[in-house]
């Protein structure tokens, strides 16, 4: 228990210290592309990124996968990835249930530098199919799903 307490204390650090630093279709199979994203790993972390393109073809194929909008709420109503479930960053780690362990996470923020803090965090609670989409959602060029549910394109 003591153990659990010291990690959930240093995560909350490492939160803490990435929101101040921002607040803010080919054929390959969908287990192809998460296998070759674990090649993409910052050398300054072991952060597993995907990328746009990478993203949407798993969505299109239906891949199991969790999206996680770590952006405030009024960012995610204003429109937001197809799918993501609003978890603003701020409150990751009191909301640790909803996230499921069994599914490839996918962490994304504005400019894809708090999503890898966020992915940090949670890696060490031990939670291991991470990633976080590079350069966020700012670079997105695919549908937005808007607050009413409707697609913009």
């Known amino acids: 228990m003591k153990i659990l307490i010291k990690k959930i204390i240093k995560c909350i650090i490492v939160l803490g210290f990435g929101f101040i630093i921002s607040c803010g279709s080919d054929n390959t199979e969908p287990q192809t592309i998460i296998n070759n994203s674990v090649n993409n790993k910052s050398s300054i972390s072991d952060v597993n ?55 490839n996470i996918i962490l994304y923020c504005n400019y894809g530098i708090t999503s890898v803090s966020a992915a940090k965090s949670l890696q060490k609670l031990g939670f291991d199919k991470l990633y976080s989409l590079s350069e966020g959602y700012s670079k997105w060029e695919y549908a937005v799903e808007l607050s009413n549910g409707r697609l913009m394109i």
């Open 49 to 103: 990124y995907i990328n746009s393109q990478m993203l949407m073809n798993l969505i299109d194929s239906k891949a199991s996968l969790q999206i996680i909008d770590i952006r405030n709420k009024n960012d995610y109503l204003s429109g937001h990835i197809p799918g993501a479930v609003s978890i603003p960053y701020n409150e990751l780690l009191y909301r640790l249930k909803e996230l499921d362990t069994q599914s």
